[in-house]
């Protein structure tokens, strides 16, 4: 299916986050299963998310929304990475990649909502 999210570098990129998020979780203590790992890989989750749906609605400001929604769930994902490697769960080198990967996506984030407001 042909979809106009599927087009944007920042959902692309995003998705390899998800991915590296769940990998990165997996070793988790068990009993963060229903805490730390679960809000994680929801808000990683909800990035890529957020940009498909922002991109498949009809209307320049509906796509901002939905692309600010995702910068807010970045966000949450870097505090609670943030907080695993505080408490030892994430390797610093793991975290730093994740880190470095959620600064990129937060850039092309940023260029988008400015280019759709330039638009």
Do not use: C
């Not at 920042?10 to 990165?24: D, G, H, I, S, T």
């Not at 929801?42 to 009809?58: L, T």
């Not at 870097?78 to 994430?90: A, F, N, P, R, V």
């Not at 793991?94 to 600064?103: A, G, I, N």
Request: charged residues 30%; proline residues 3%.
């Amino acid at each position: 299916m042909e979809k106009p999210h599927k087009k944007l570098d920042a959902w692309n990129l995003a998705m390899a986050l998800v991915k590296e998020v769940y990998r990165a979780t997996a070793d988790f203590p068990s009993a963060e299963r229903f805490g730390l790992t679960d809000q994680a890989r929801r808000a990683a989750v909800s990035i890529p998310s957020n940009i498909a749906e922002g991109a498949a609605r009809n209307t320049k400001k509906e796509f901002i929304h939905f692309l600010h929604i995702s910068q807010g769930s970045l966000s949450e994902l870097d505090t609670q990475l943030e907080l695993s490697k505080e408490l030892g769960y994430l390797d610093e080198t793991v975290w730093r990649t994740l880190d470095e990967t959620m600064t990129r996506i937060d850039k092309m984030l940023t260029g988008l909502i400015r280019s759709q407001k330039s638009k």
